[in-house]
Nanobody, 122 residues
Framework: QLQLQESGGGTVQSGGSLTLSCAAS??????IGWFRQAPGKGPDGLSC????????YYADSVRGRFTISRDNAQKTVYLQMNNLKPEDTADYFC?????????????????RGQGTQVTVSS
């Protein structure tokens, strides 16, 4: 069973940056996405990257501010987050699926990590 572990969350001031990491027990065949979930709300798909890195997806809310990348040799996917805003505050988790469109288009994933908290203060 695929295991995912996020790291890199924390507290940052508005306008600041953070880089999240998602370490996977195996990675080569999976599309990976980053999601966030605020208290009382459902998960929002933010960004996804295909297994071969040729395709990426960004939600309108983060396009131009967040960048997804992956290093299959290191079995790690990253989310570089710049110009953070208070409304970006949430629990962030990575998730894996075999189909990119289902992962970020339908928020349907086969595996997910436990999440890491990101807090942006104004």
């Amino acid at each position: 069973q695929l295991q995912l572990q996020e790291s890199g969350g924390g507290t940052v001031q508005s306008g600041g940056s953070l880089t999240l990491s998602c370490a996977a027990s195996e990675l080569d065949v999976y599309a990976i996405g980053w999601f966030r979930q605020a208290p009382g709300k459902g998960p929002d798909g933010l960004s996804c990257i295909s297994a071969d890195t040729t395709r990426t997806y960004y939600a309108d809310s983060v396009r131009g501010r967040f960048t997804i990348s992956r290093d299959n040799a290191q079995k790690t996917v990253y989310l570089q987050m710049n110009n953070l805003k208070p409304e970006d505050t949430a629990d962030y988790f990575c998730a894996a699926g075999l189909l990119l469109n289902r992962l970020c288009g339908d928020n349907m994933y086969d595996y997910r990590g436990q999440g890491t908290q990101v807090t942006v203060s104004s």
